[in-house]
């Protein structure tokens, strides 16, 4: 693990009118690390998300690439914004991930893969459409290169997002709930690839309901409520010792839910073999 | 008395076998088009005064065809310079520096409401109010004039007014367009690094064609028709060559009859079009 974090979030503010999104967020992700946000549902995590893709401006506090300021550069001594070009590109060194997918509709699966390779990172098109193809392999849906987005199901379309946002080699990816559109019976295909994408060593924050995912997969795992971090442990101080009531209040609200999920797909797993 | 419809159906029934039911007031629809048409062609056919032959000889006349041509060439360059200024008025109205999307709101509620053929006449009058038209630094020297009446001939103020009114109505439609695309397509094509221009071009756009294209379609449908505004200047288009001949022979209606035809013909052929266009932006859709 070397020094420099791969993303540094130093005290981030955010703020929709009235309504305070992020209150002083401050976190580190480090080369090859896995970093789950919970939380309760207007917590602040997906804005998080957001904010580090810079899909959204933040008022104060600033974010790091690799030792990089996200979206300011210095000039004759003061801070100022960086233009698009520049912005883009910092976000091109990023994946995300959506909860919509929102793939591209009139381009096919490959193109879908292929199109920031070549406008964003100046590949040859025979190279990034190797490269496409092998991504699709990956997320075990090199059969479905030529088809149109909407003929996908939730889970395959999700996959193919995953294979889009990795073309690009980025330094870390970012998930904002992939799951929370899907149907319950699609969800493990694509917990399955992101879990494997873990175990090969890429860098992650992922925003996410579904709790015994976020603690199989986490290195770390970060409790986010009204804006502001909680607590931030390894899985198992989250889950299993959580040190603040209002972490405590949430789990519980929570297990029963997901122990009721997982007693359902244990049922169905056994009726089908 | 009408029979009681009976329900209960004998076991091993099967509703393949049914007939269709009479539904008497289509029949009575129907009969009553058929009276419509009739009447309708016995009159185009036993009124002499529409003058059939005379509608035959100049339907491939060469001024009548001269003039078609210039309401054609007329439309596509509207078509295209109001096309691309109704482009870029959309993107400065949904700009997110207010004061161009202010200055593009404002242009569009202006010359949405000045009538065409006021336009028309104005800018062909354009010489009164400014008698030489200067090329130079804004409130500073000049480098060149050229005298307006000399650069404004009909066809450039057809072409200034029409272009005017058209960007109007096309900045709304493509507004339109845009506005239908969901969010999360920019925020997607925003994450993986395309600059504002690639999203815009590469994602947003394909995607409002597909609203785009049918009112668009519509709008260049209007556009043809409205170019006959232009026999006001006196500029030869369809309408007015088939005018400078009905003035001369007085047979009004039959050389209507004419310009009739081709805007139907022409009228036709951009309505094809338009659905190929729709179906070529709907792909990927359903």
């Known amino acids: ?15 929709f009118g009235d309504h305070v999104a992020l209150d002083g967020v401050s976190l580190d992700v480090h080369e090859g690390e896995v970093v789950t946000v919970i939380g309760p549902s207007g ?115 999700q996959r ?21 559109a899907l149907d319950p019976e699609l969800v493990d295909e694509v917990l399955s690839v992101v879990l494997d994408l873990a175990r090969g060593g890429m860098t992650m924050i992922i925003v996410t309901h579904e709790m015994s995912f976020a603690r ?43 122990a009721q999920i997982s007693d359902e797909r244990l049922l169905k797993e056994e009726t089908t073999s | 008395m009408s029979v009681a419809p009976q329900t209960v159906a004998p076991p091993g029934v099967d509703v393949a076998s049914a007939r269709p039911r009479i539904r008497p007031l289509r029949w009575v629809a129907g ?66 520096f207010r004061p161009v999307a202010w200055a593009c709101g404002f242009y569009v509620t202006v010359f949405r409401s000045i009538p065409p053929l006021l336009q028309l006449i104005f800018w062909f009058n ?13 409130f500073g020297p000049t480098f060149v004039s050229w005298p307006t009446n000399s650069v404004i001939s009909s066809l450039t103020a057809a072409v200034i007014g029409l272009t005017l ?43 409002a064609m597909r609203v785009i294209v049918p009112p668009a379609g519509s709008e260049f449908i209007s556009l043809l028709k409205g170019t006959s505004l232009v026999s006001v200047i006196a500029m030869a288009d369809l309408l007015y060559s088939v005018q400078v001949i009905y003035n001369r022979t007085y047979e009004v209606v039959p050389l209507l009859i004419v310009a009739c035809a081709w805007y139907l013909v022409v009228v036709t052929a951009l309505s094809l079009g338009q659905r190929r266009l729709e179906r070529h932006f709907g792909k990927g859709q359903r």
């Not at chain 1, 920031?116 to 092998?134: C, K, N």
């Not at chain 2, 354009?126 to 804004?138: A, D, E, N």
């Open chain 2, 126 to 138: 354009l010489g009164y109010l400014l008698p030489r038209i200067p090329l130079g630094v804004p």
């Open chain 1, 160 to 180: 193919v997002a995953i294979a889009r946002a990795l073309a690009t080699n980025p330094r870390i990816m970012l998930f904002d709930e992939p799951t929370s």
């Open chain 1, 43 to 157: 917590s602040g995590k997906s804005t998080l998300a957001r904010c580090v893709h810079q899909l959204e401006s933040i008022d104060g506090g600033a974010m790091h690439l690799d030792g990089e300021l996200l979206g300011y550069e210095f000039h004759r001594g003061h801070l100022r914004p960086l233009p698009d070009r520049r912005v883009a590109a910092q976000r091109g060194r990023m994946g995300m991930v959506f909860q919509q997918f929102n793939l591209f509709p009139h381009w096919s699966v490959l193109r879908n893969v292929i199109e920031a390779q070549v406008l964003v990172h100046g590949r040859r098109p025979e190279d990034a459409r190797e490269e496409a193809l092998r991504l699709l392999q990956r997320v075990g849906l090199a059969d479905k290169a030529d088809a149109h987005p909407r003929t996908l199901s939730g889970g395959q379309q």
């Open chain 1, 1 to 15: 693990m070397s020094d420099t974090p791969v993303l540094r979030i130093r005290d981030v503010r955010k703020r």
């Open chain 1, 216 to 258: 199989e997969v986490a290195d770390r795992c970060v409790f986010m409520e009204k804006g502001q971090i909680v607590e931030t442990g390894t899985p198992e101080e989250i889950f299993d010792n959580p040190a603040s009531p209002r972490l405590r209040a949430f789990l519980s609200r929570f297990s029963g839910r997901a």
């Open chain 2, 31 to 96: 009969v009553v088009l058929l009276v419509l048409l009739a009447q309708f062609a016995w009159f185009l056919v036993t009124n002499p005064r529409f003058e059939w032959p005379v509608v035959g000889r100049y339907l491939f006349d060469p001024n009548v065809l001269r003039g078609l041509g210039m309401s054609l060439l007329l439309t596509v360059i509207v078509m295209l310079l109001g096309s691309v200024f109704g482009v870029l008025l959309a993107a400065g109205r949904l700009s997110g």
């Open chain 2, 165 to 207: 009114h058209e960007a109007a109505y096309m900045a709304e439609i493509v507004r339109a367009g845009i506005l239908a695309v969901d969010g999360g397509q920019r925020d997607a094509a925003r994450a993986m690094g395309f600059t504002a221009r690639q999203s815009f071009v590469k994602v947003v756009l394909p995607q």
